[in-house]
């Protein structure tokens, strides 16, 4: 027993390590694709240390879903391929331990880790995407931080366009300054400013710019209501000393309400999710009620003009043809509103679909992170005993290899569920329906000892290099 219990902790001391690297060093990755995604919308907007940090610390948590079973799935092969490596795997087998019963402790870790994946899924995830959508929306609508570049308009003030043509860094002086003034949403560019120098500061509470300029004039266009005429006169001031003042606070940073995004399906929780799917079948079955009574009122009438029609071919025959006209075209509009009815109610029911299809993606999204975890580990611990390679060399190829052929049909599957070509329930799980043959394959090939031959780069390298 005691014997049982140091392989116990042996097993676990050398998984909980590789796991957390590998959990860190894929965080880490999938945050620098979000960075080089994102990086137009994040640069010059003057966003804070921590308004920075608060949205990668959500993006992190977002990308838990492809960061964990990674990590799983590398550190499963590069622990197990060590052990088999070194023969410590053989040891253990010829002291009478079976595969399943040296795989036990990290079987047992990897069930609490899957628990601990589908509480964060369910209760975290929800939450890191509201207050991620909700921050990354405020940032994106954010205008460019106050930056006025030589010969350059800018644009960021609301009613306001500056150009400078000179700037001196150190100084602070403004050389050729000229400003377009629209912050009258009525009267357009109808004030211009020019001036020879100037400087600009902000104020304490960074709400107000101070421009003060000297040796300037200021052109005012004259208002001249209903004028027709394409010339307007227009008041010119010269001025040795002006001071301007700025309102600049649509600059600042403002979040927006995460209310507006609260109730979208990625923000749900399982019950929640139950409840809006629940509301769903009772619309949709609201809808096919009314769709069939329709019909069959419509099957009525037209039996009903049919009786009518034949009986009455020598009466709409004695009828003045302006009133025949006034008939057809009444029968006509009724059938275009019918018809007009018919199509909105076709796409009422379409849109609630796949409003409905997307919830329950998102219902079964909530097991699927805990899940992947269980099936890449037993595809990765087996692989590892049959490759008998430790390390971050070959089992990290390998390990890469499968995780994006299990991500790309996951996604495939996703987007065939929301495109109605398979049912939500398949196209979530069809990635981990895939690995499941796998997990089989290996984990016979591990019990029966056997070891994949794999061409052994390294030689094939050296003996290159050599030649």
Request: hydrophobic share 50%; glycine share 6%.
């Amino acid at each position: 027993m005691l014997n049982q219990k140091k392989i116990s902790k042996v097993l676990l001391r050398a998984f909980i390590g590789p796991f957390i690297v590998t959990f860190m060093v894929s965080l880490f990755v999938f945050e620098l694709q979000f960075i080089w995604l994102y990086i137009d919308d994040l640069m010059g907007k003057g966003l804070s240390f921590w308004i920075i940090l608060q949205l990668l610390l959500f993006v992190s948590a977002r990308i838990v879903n492809m960061a964990l079973p990674l990590a799983i799935l590398m550190s499963s092969i590069m622990t197990i391929g060590a052990l088999s490596e070194h023969n410590e795997l053989t040891a253990m087998k010829s002291a009478g331990l079976s595969l399943g019963r040296i795989f036990r402790p990290l079987i047992v870790f990897i069930a609490g880790l899957a628990l601990v994946a589908f509480f964060f899924a369910n209760n975290i995830w929800p939450i890191a995407n509201l207050k991620y959508r909700t921050l990354l929306f405020s940032i994106v609508q954010q205008k460019p931080a106050l930056s006025l570049t030589e010969g350059q308009f800018y644009d960021g003030i609301d009613g306001i366009s500056i150009r400078v043509m000179k700037k001196n860094t150190e100084s602070g002086e403004l050389q050729d300054i000229l400003i377009y003034d629209h912050r009258d949403p009525g009267r357009g560019n109808r004030t211009v400013i020019r001036a020879e120098k100037g400087n600009m500061q902000q104020t304490d509470d960074k709400r107000w710019l101070i421009l003060q300029m000297q040796n300037g004039v200021t052109y005012d266009e004259m208002d001249e209501k209903r004028s027709r005429h394409p010339k307007h006169p227009a008041l010119a001031s010269h001025f040795d000393q002006m001071t301007l003042r700025i309102d600049i606070s649509s600059l600042f940073f403002s979040k927006d309400d995460e209310e507006v995004f609260k109730n979208a399906f990625e923000m749900m929780t399982i019950n929640q999710l139950d409840h809006a799917l629940v509301g769903f079948d009772a619309e949709l079955d609201s809808m096919d009620h009314h769709w069939k009574i329709n019909n069959e009122k419509k099957l009525r009438l037209t039996d009903d003009f049919k009786n009518v029609s034949s009986s009455s071919v020598s009466l709409q025959s004695q009828m003045p043809l302006t009133i025949q006209g006034k008939t057809i075209q009444s029968a006509i509009d009724a059938t275009r509103r019918d018809m007009v009815q018919i199509q909105k109610i076709k796409i009422e029911k379409e849109d609630l679909l796949k409003f409905a299809n997307r919830h329950k993606i998102e219902w079964h999204r909530k097991f699927f992170l805990a899940i992947s975890c269980i099936v890449l580990f037993f595809v990765g611990a087996p692989l590892g005993a049959i490759l008998r390679k430790g390390g971050l060399g070959l089992p990290s190829v390998i390990a890469l290899l499968l995780f994006i052929v299990f991500e790309m049909l996951t996604i495939a599957g996703e987007k065939m569920a929301k495109a109605f070509i398979i049912e939500p329930w398949l196209g979530m799980w069809i990635s981990t329906l895939v690995m499941v043959p796998i997990c089989i394959l290996v984990m016979y090939s591990a019990n029966q000892e056997k070891s994949w031959n794999l061409p052994d780069f390294k030689s094939w390298f050296k003996k290159k290099s050599k030649a």
